[in-house]
């Protein structure tokens, strides 16, 4: 059989086939590296999931998966409005800086069509929800965001680390769906370079010292320790705690604080060899997941007020 | 061996009968392909490739993880014993950090191997007594660790990315999942230092078609062709899991 023949096959009756697939590079790749383990006996295989991913999401996702999903976009959209608020802010973000912020908003932006496309009907919203659904001082607690360039870089850095881990909390979820699984840590990749290039901004450059007696200010480009509480504690303290549940077995789904130090059960500090590792530097090479309803919690903050729908 | 540690065993060895009808399916594809070659109807049997065949399954993904670190790691070890002279303060804690952080995924992923028996002692030696050439990459300038580091950045991100699904076990997939934020991390700050503001830059995560804002992703068997570029014996990943 001549996949590439079948696949041309559908096309002259489906025109759309290559969009029901990711792209139409993503359908050569499934293709190609398949290549070599592709058997008589494995063809039906690949391709029944191949087209249960191309056709079969005109069904109904699971309610836990489009839970996740609509959590995500929902991060999502708080995440491009602030961008995009902060670029038509006046006097904001310096010109040096435009450059990257425009590349993240950019980026959301591609996440949320993403997202919407996973989701169809079973998106929290058919439309975009308007910007005023946010209210970026968090209460008050903010109110000099699009004024004040450290606050605004300091709830930016807030919103990132959130990011990554909502994503990596969400995977446990997501594991049935190989698809949706990758879509999402592959964002999660994305939104940890976006957060490594915040916390480079808050420190002055990407060659600026950080100062471990001031995570606060002068961050590094990862999470060291709690990172003494973010950039403005108490109210960003819980972006870098312990999720529900915070503890649990070696092979449990758990969620301990950024400074946790022992993965797989093993205690990675004292595991390594070669060079003398401190308990803030064993905590830096892991980054670690956070359960929905902790990121929802700290999310509410930033909807208007009244709204009932978002981070719900 | 503590309970906890003996308790992250998420996947048995892959059974016989299974490991066999890999081989079988293995054997059946070689001759489809060359069946498919219908102008080279006579062909040589050639003599197997000197080359280092990484296990099956998800052991063999913990072992190609384990190299890659083992490839990063090794690579700050070299750039840190003898600095370039224009690398700054801030340049070499930067590097010192990503060192710290390499060496602890690369121990942690041996003591995962070891602790489930996921390779044969002959397998760990091998896998441990891998030797990489970095002669390709000019190491005494700044500009030229930096370039390296972002190259060496840039394929473990992308190879995390390429990976992390490809495990069937779920324990697995969240312990790799952890690892993958900070190696995104490393390769958006060495970018950063390098061209500031290149910390997601088209090459690593495009900015239009489908793929805008995915970070790149690459299978392992592309990453091994890559990572063979600074092996003297090329390895090889067949009976990696693809999908």
Known sequence: ?312 | MSDAQSAFRPQPEVPPRRTFLRQAGAFTAASLLLAACGDDDDPEPTPAPTSFELPTGDAGLVSYLFLLERFSADFYQRVLATPAPDLSAADLAVLRDIYRHELMHRDLLASVIKENSLVSDLGVSSLVAFEFNYGTFALTSRQGVLAAARTIEDLGAAALCGAVQLFSSAVYIQLVTRLTATESRHSAAVRDLLQPGSFAAAEVVPNTGADAGFGLALAPAAVLTELSKYTALPITGNGLPTT
């Open chain 1, 1 to 312: 059989m001549d996949l590439f023949k079948l696949i041309s096959e559908i096309e002259k009756v489906d025109p759309e086939v290559y969009d029901r697939f990711d792209s139409r590079r993503r359908v050569f790749k499934h293709f190609g590296t398949m290549g070599k383990a592709v058997t008589a006996a494995t063809l039906p295989a690949l391709f029944s999931g191949l087209f249960t991913r191309a056709y079969g999401q005109t069904g109904t996702l699971p309610a836990e998966i489009a839970a996740v999903l609509n959590l995500a976009l929902q991060l999502e959209y708080l995440e491009f409005y602030f961008y995009d608020t902060g670029l038509k802010s006046a006097n904001l973000i310096p010109a040096a800086e435009r450059p990257g912020i425009e590349k993240i908003r950019n980026d959301e932006s591609g996440h949320i069509k993403v997202l919407r496309g996973a989701l169809g009907s079973q998106a929290f919203s058919q439309t975009d929800p308007p910007v005023t659904a946010f209210d970026y001082t968090g209460g008050g607690r903010f109110p000099d965001v699009f004024t004040n360039q450290a606050t605004y870089f300091g709830v930016a850095q807030g919103f990132v680390d959130t990011g990554v881990r909502a994503y990596k909390g969400g995977a446990p979820v997501l594991m049935p769906n190989k698809d949706l699984l990758e879509a999402a840590l592959n964002i999660h990749s994305v939104e940890a370079r976006h957060s490594s290039h915040i916390r480079s901004i808050r420190r002055g450059s990407p060659g600026a010292m950080p100062d471990m007696n001031n995570l606060n200010q002068k961050p590094k480009s990862w999470i060291s320790g709690t990172d003494n509480g973010g950039s403005a504690p108490p109210t960003t303290t819980p972006i870098y705690g312990p999720g529900t549940p915070a503890t649990g077995g070696a092979t449990d789904i758990f969620f301990p604080a950024e400074s946790n130090i022992t993965q797989a059960g093993v205690n990675i500090q004292t595991n390594t060899t070669g060079v003398a590792i401190t308990v803030a530097g064993a905590s830096e090479s892991f980054d670690e997941p956070l359960d929905a309803n902790t990121v929802k919690s700290i999310a509410r903050l930033f909807r208007a007020p009244g709204n009932t729908v978002l981070f719900a």
